[in-house]
């Protein structure tokens, strides 16, 4: 049911109008004992009000707020903008003040009328929690249109997960029935390790799909892991691309989404927001999009003795790969590999879950091995003076 902003007056003017002679009922029972006793009436103050009662029939995602939002007012209407509760005064419409003389002891003062006056409503924005740190790198909105017909509420300011926010970086988030969509814009540095695990395994995000609109400039993610009721042929997120974007150079033409699961699951991916196709042949399957994946490249590692033998790779119809390879350089053996699957001619590798293997001082390897031990892609990293690079490749060619 749809709860309009006069639905909401009206019931927060009802429950004034039941509430405040009450209110002002106690005052005038608390004040003459007080005076009879020699000692000055007691004030009475706004903290009267449960705030949580005038906001919680706008804001379904009470436990999400940022901060108590305080209405010590007659008739207001609490409007919701981005997940952010605001509160907007109708002073023409105050219920009149009670008319009632408060008694008082023939030696004492009257109570202060203060008790029977009401505070102005202050219209202002609710103070909360920045969604960029400092100075927006990007901007101070994300590059896209976000949709998410599932999510329990509005968007949440600031990380959902560990890994705070850099300086500059836009972040937000979603809450969804069975998991969260995190965004950063612009993406994180790509995570070379993660051997405690701790983002869980992204395979848990196999069922996920992705569809494009034609021209590249909207994108649809089904993701029933996190979105387990939702229909077939409808998306869990929709981002469609702002008409300014054409314009954003990197990092800020690459916009992160991470899906987390209820079980820490993580399945953190990069979408290039400036052509979500990023300039492929626009007759190529829907299906297809220029998705960075940016998932922990290596998950575990091993001793030399460990390593496996690239003779073992696993073989599909003799299409396999074994070849050496010339590739950029980089400072480390981990930054060498995730520079070359960055390439053009690397695309088509697994890009994360590796497990990495030191050879010598001079060479490492990483390897995607199933969990039945089955050799699927052995890289081969060598060192040249201070630097690393890929050489060598060997891997199932289907």
């Given amino acids: 049911m749809t709860i309009t902003n006069e639905d909401v007056e009206t019931r927060l003017r009802r429950a004034l109008k039941e509430t405040i002679p009450q209110l002002l009922s106690n005052e005038t029972q608390s004040a003459a004992p007080a005076s009879q006793n020699g000692a000055p009436p007691e004030e009475s103050t706004t903290d009267d009000f449960d705030a949580n009662r005038w906001t919680h029939s706008t804001n379904k995602a009470g436990p999400r707020r940022t901060g108590a939002y305080f209405i010590a007012a007659a008739a207001a209407v609490a409007v919701t903008v981005a997940g952010l509760v ?26 202060p009328e203060a008790a029977t006056s009401l505070p102005e409503v202050d219209t202002t924005l609710s103070a909360t929690v920045a969604p960029v740190l400092g100075v927006p790198t990007c901007g101070s909105e994300l590059p896209v249109t976000v949709d998410a017909p599932s999510a329990l509420g509005g968007s949440i300011a600031g990380p959902a997960t560990f890994g705070a926010a850099l300086e500059g970086q836009f972040v937000q988030h979603w809450e969804l029935p069975a998991g969260t969509i995190e965004m950063r814009w612009p993406a994180d540095e790509r995570e070379l390790y993660d051997l405690e695990q701790q983002r869980g395994d992204p395979t848990a995000f196999d069922p996920v799909t992705v569809s494009i609109y034609s021209d590249g400039s909207q994108l649809l993610v089904a993701a029933p892991p996190i979105d387990p009721e939702l229909a077939f042929g409808n998306s869990s997120l929709t981002m469609t691309a702002k008409p300014t974007i054409p314009n954003l150079q990197a990092p800020c033409d690459v916009l992160q989404v ?79 590999l995730a520079t070359y699957l960055a390439t053009d001619e690397a695309s088509a590798f697994i890009q994360h879950g590796y497990r990495e293997f030191k050879i010598s001082d001079n060479r490492n390897q990483y390897a995607i091995i199933y969990d039945d031990g089955t050799l699927i892609t052995l890289f081969t990293i060598d060192r040249t003076g201070q630097n690393w690079a890929v050489s060598h490749v060997t891997s199932v060619g289907c």
């Fill in 86 to 111: 605001a509160v907007s005064g109708r002073a023409d419409q105050r219920p009149a003040q009670s008319s009632q003389p408060v008694p008082t002891a023939p030696s004492e003062q009257p109570a």
């Fill in 258 to 336: 991470r899906f987390i699961d209820r079980d820490g699951n993580q399945m953190t991916r990069g979408y290039v927001v400036t052509d979500f196709y990023n300039g492929i042949d626009e007759n190529r399957d829907p299906s297809y999009s220029s998705e960075i994946d940016l998932n922990p490249l290596v998950t575990s590692q091993g001793g030399s003795t460990e390593a496996p033998d690239p003779a073992t790779t696993a073989s599909c119809n003799g299409n396999d790969i074994n070849r050496d390879v010339t590739a950029p350089a980089a400072s480390t053996p981990a930054q060498a």
